[in-house]
């Protein structure tokens, strides 16, 4: 969609799913839309030395961080994954796994995917 596309940052993210490598912590999706930020408004190799650009760099990420944590109650994959299905599901333990795709818990964690590529990408558009 932004013109980039490079194998090697997909396969740099591919461990954030299910909280980073389905250990449920941090949420994916947030790790995933912060890399994206960061391609644009971080700071490069060349720029290590520039402070200023850090920290410029780190505004659009905790933009980002307050608004998911506004919308969905918490940064954490096992929080967020109690709320939508009411309990704490390990889907690593196949009877909880059934259990969580009765409770709709995919496609509940699908839609917040959306819902945050669609705010990554109104950010990206507007800066």
């Not at 941090?26 to 190799?45: D, F, I, T, V």
Request: charged share 30%.
């Amino acid at each position: 969609m932004f013109g980039t596309r490079d194998d090697n940052i997909f396969k740099a993210a591919s461990g954030f799913g299910g909280g980073i490598g389905q250990m449920h912590d941090a949420c994916g999706a947030l790790l995933g839309a912060s890399m994206m930020l960061s391609l644009k408004h971080g700071r490069g190799r060349e720029e290590i030395d520039d402070l200023e650009k850090m920290k410029s760099g780190y505004l659009p990420v905790a933009q980002l961080y307050k608004w998911f944590e506004k919308e969905f109650g918490s940064a954490t994959c096992r929080e967020i994954r109690t709320r939508f299905a009411g309990v704490y599901y390990d889907t690593k333990i196949p009877w909880q796994a059934e259990l969580a795709k009765e409770a709709g818990l995919p496609e509940k964690c699908a839609e917040l995917v959306g819902k945050v590529t669609a705010r990554t990408a109104e950010m990206l558009w507007d800066a």
